[in-house]
């Protein structure tokens, strides 16, 4: 597959944009006041500076998001909603579809089809689309592989449909306004794997049981 290449330069690109947004985690807040007084009989004037270092919390109330994963968007397209139920809960899905990148160096290989999931969100804290939250979902695969490489022109077909359930813990931090960035760990009880697997498809063809994993998502909140 040729898409080795290209996956690691994304995720080098999007790790280096989750270093450079960590810092944006907690926010500190440093306040300097000066103050001058002037004493009515001597006429003295005395100046006096006080400096406040406190710490300052995001409590926008957001409702709903729309997030994807940046290191696998360009080569297997990604975009996730959720809806909060309350300030504790929010439900939603996702879909996903491998693209071109996902295909062989030349005409012979080929992979299509889709992804859907069912996700659930409990925030502990009661701070909806902030800080640490308890991940929860159920996704079906249908994914197609064809290959005509063969020297008899013969057609190698193979096709998977996993059903996976799954649990993670994540946490979401706002480098800037509405920005909502998660990184999230987790795994999947996946059922229904194939016998062999397909070229840069692993996690979704040939792996049977728990499989675990880790996602960097971005998204847009309000």
């Known amino acids: 597959m040729k898409t080795h290449w290209k996956s690691a330069l994304m995720a080098l690109l999007s790790l280096a944009a989750f ?9 500190q ?3 300097v006041e000066t103050t001058a007084t002037t004493d ?9 500076t006080v400096v406040k270092v406190g710490y300052s919390e995001d ?9 994807l994963n940046p290191i696998t968007f360009f080569s297997m397209f990604n975009v996730s909603y959720l809806y909060a139920l309350n300030s504790k809960v929010a439900v939603g899905g996702g879909i996903q579809t491998p693209t071109a ?19 659930g969100r409990y925030y502990a804290t009661a701070k909806m689309f902030r800080g640490f939250h308890f991940v929860g979902n159920i ?5 197609n592989y064809q290959d005509y490489t063969d020297v008899s022109g013969t057609l190698e077909e193979r096709t998977s449909n996993p059903i996976t359930i799954g649990a993670a813990l994540g946490w979401h931090w706002y480098p800037w306004d509405d920005l909502a960035t998660e990184i999230v760990f987790g795994g999947d009880l996946q059922m229904g794997a194939t016998t062999k697997p397909i ?18 998502t971005m998204g847009y909140a309000w």
Do not use: C
């Open 19 to 27: 270093g450079g947004a960590s810092g944006a985690m907690f926010g």
């Open 29 to 31: 807040t440093r306040t």
């Open 40 to 48: 009515s009989t001597s006429g003295k004037t005395e100046t006096v």
């Open 59 to 67: 409590i926008t109330l957001r409702q709903q998001m729309v997030y």
């Open 101 to 119: 990148l996902m295909d062989g160096e030349g005409l012979s290989e080929k992979v299509t089809g889709f992804g859907m999931n069912i996700e």
């Open 139 to 143: 996704s079906y695969h249908h994914v």
């Open 199 to 216: 070229p840069g498809l692993s996690l979704y063809s040939d792996k049977a049981g728990v499989v675990p994993w880790m996602r960097f």
